[in-house]
C-alpha cells in the first residue's frame, strides 16, 4: 500500500503541485493575483535577477497616492518648482555630485509609479531597497545624449520582493546635470 502511496505521491500530486505553483508564478508576473501569495511571491523573488530594462507604461500624472511615504533624509538634493503647477523636482543641487534620498513607503501595493526624467549620457536615476543592512538594486534608468524622457513618463518599480509588515526603506540616487525626480505635495511614489 505505501508503494501506491509513493506512486501517486511522486507521479500525480508533485506535478500537480509544480503546475500551479508556476501557474500561479506566472500570473503573478502579470497580475496582482494573490494566489498563493506567499509561496508564489517568494518563488518570484528567488528567481529575480534584479531591475530589468527601464520602460514607461503610460504618459500621465497621477495624483493620488495609495501610500504613506516619509522622506528620512536628502543629500545634495535641490527641491524646486517645476514647469507643471503644483509639481515639484529634485535633482542634484551640485551636478558633479550624485543626489540620494532616503525615504520609507507604507501601503499595501506591491507595485508603485514614480516619474523620473533625464538626459545626457551618464546620467542615471537608482532605487535600491535597504533591508537588514544591504541594497538590493529596484530600478535603473540611464540617460542619452540629446534625448529627454517623456515629462509624464510613469515608471513601474515592483517593490513586492523587499516589503516587511507593509513598508519598505528606499534610496534613491539622481547623477547627472539633467535629472530630475518629479513629486507632488511630498510624495513621490504613486
Known sequence: MRHYLAAFAKYWLAPILVNVLAFGWVLGLF???P???PAVRDARCAFSRGPGEAVFTHEKFITQSAFEQSLAKGENAADEPAEIPGWRIYRPADPGQPARILLTLTGPEEEAIFFPRLEGEGAFIAVSALKDGESSPVFRL????GAWTPISAQYPVNLACYRENGRVNLEITLSGRWTQLWHKDNRIFF
Open 142 to 145: 540611464a540617460g542619452a545624449p
Open 31 to 33: 497580475y496582482d493575483v
Open 35 to 37: 494566489v498563493l501569495t
